[in-house]
């Protein structure tokens, strides 16, 4: 029996002990699924982040855009309707539509994707983030800071990085401020587990929850969690600061939660 074919079995937070709290049941969990993130080898983790990258950019990348790269570095994405952002290489951008009109922007806005960068045993991003790189999506990536918040900074496949706080890595950058999220059309942020409501069992330290938080002042935008296939799991205990997500990045493909179609 392959990894991603042994269930996890806790999946209640009164599993174990009927009296345990949700924050115990959230602790045994993720000892659980780390234990069998451990026994992936690097050959399994290398295919899951192909295939992941595979599926995502066609998701993520659906609306047909090109790039053209000037010799200043400045960018100019094209979408399928006509529209234009040209980005300059300082990261301003300047978005035209279809019909000539121009707005201009501090380094964000259409065309950005919030993701990060993969460390240890989950799911390899860096096939992901190059895909979505040649597709002419802007990266942002999290920054760590001391007091456990998400700064962002911006990324291209390639760039230096650096060990943050809690065996994180991240870009030599300047930082874009903590509400850089709230300029990006797509988020995917990592995950132990997601059940299929779409509740999501992180690495305990409520960074992502804080920072998903904010997109709450903003118009939606998917977020999706990143996982191994066995970590979509039918029930995950939650607490009330938790942030849900709309969908998961598997080995096997995109998968919308709550009744939402894959595609």
Same mark, same amino acid.
């Given at each position: 029996?392959?990894?991603d074919?042994?269930?996890?079995?806790?999946?209640n937070p009164d599993?174990a002990?009927?009296?345990?709290?949700v924050?115990?049941?959230?602790s045994?969990l993720?000892?659980?699924l780390l234990?069998?993130?451990?026994?992936?080898?690097?050959?399994?983790?290398?295919?899951?982040?192909r295939?992941?990258?595979?599926h995502?950019?066609?998701?993520?990348?659906?609306?047909?855009?090109?790039?053209?790269t000037?010799?200043?570095g400045?960018?100019?994405?094209?979408?399928?309707?006509g529209?234009t952002?040209t980005t300059? *290489?300082?990261?301003a951008?300047?978005?035209?539509?279809a019909?000539?009109?121009?707005e201009?922007t501090?380094?964000?806005?259409?065309?950005?994707?919030?993701?990060?960068?993969?460390v240890g045993?989950?799911p390899?991003t860096?096939p992901?983030?190059l *895909?979505l *790189?040649?597709a002419g999506k802007?990266?942002?990536?999290p920054?760590?800071?001391?007091?456990g918040e998400?700064d962002w900074?911006?990324?291209?496949p390639g760039?230096?990085?650096r060990?943050?706080?809690?065996r994180?890595i991240?870009?030599?950058?300047?930082?874009?401020g903590?509400?850089?999220?709230?300029?990006a059309e797509a988020?995917?942020?990592? *995950?132990l587990?997601v059940?299929?409501r779409?509740?999501?069992l992180?690495?305990g330290?409520g960074?992502?929850?804080?920072?998903?938080?904010?997109?709450?002042a903003?118009?939606?935008?998917?977020v999706?969690a990143?996982?191994?296939?066995?970590e979509?799991?039918d029930?995950?205990?939650t607490e009330?600061h938790?942030?849900?997500v709309?969908g998961?990045?598997?080995?096997s493909?995109?998968?919308?939660?709550?009744?939402?179609p894959?595609?």
């Amino acid at each position: 029996m392959g990894l991603d074919e042994r269930p996890i079995m806790i999946t209640n937070p009164d599993d174990a002990d009927p009296g345990a709290s949700v924050a115990v049941a959230k602790s045994r969990l993720r000892s659980k699924l780390l234990a069998v993130r451990a026994q992936r080898s690097l050959e399994e983790r290398t295919a899951a982040g192909r295939a992941i990258a595979e599926h995502a950019r066609d998701r993520l990348c659906a609306d047909g855009a090109t790039q053209t790269t000037s010799a200043d570095g400045a960018t100019q994405t094209t979408s399928a309707d006509g529209a234009t952002q040209t980005t300059s *290489a300082d990261g301003a951008t300047e978005n035209t539509s279809a019909d000539g009109a121009i707005e201009n922007t501090a380094a964000g806005g259409g065309g950005t994707i919030a993701a990060y960068l993969s460390v240890g045993s989950e799911p390899p991003t860096e096939p992901l983030l190059l *895909a979505l *790189a040649e597709a002419g999506k802007r990266l942002i990536v999290p920054v760590l800071t001391d007091g456990g918040e998400l700064d962002w900074a911006a990324y291209q496949p390639g760039d230096p990085v650096r060990d943050g706080p809690r065996r994180t890595i991240h870009p030599h950058g300047p930082l874009l401020g903590v509400d850089a999220l709230t300029l990006a059309e797509a988020i995917v942020v990592p *995950a132990l587990a997601v059940d299929r409501r779409g509740r999501r069992l992180g690495r305990g330290g409520g960074s992502y929850d804080r920072a998903l938080a904010r997109l709450t002042a903003v118009r939606d935008r998917p977020v999706f969690a990143v996982v191994f296939d066995n970590e979509l799991l039918d029930e995950v205990p939650t607490e009330a600061h938790d942030r849900p997500v709309d969908g998961v990045l598997t080995p096997s493909g995109v998968a919308f939660l709550g009744g939402n179609p894959a595609s």
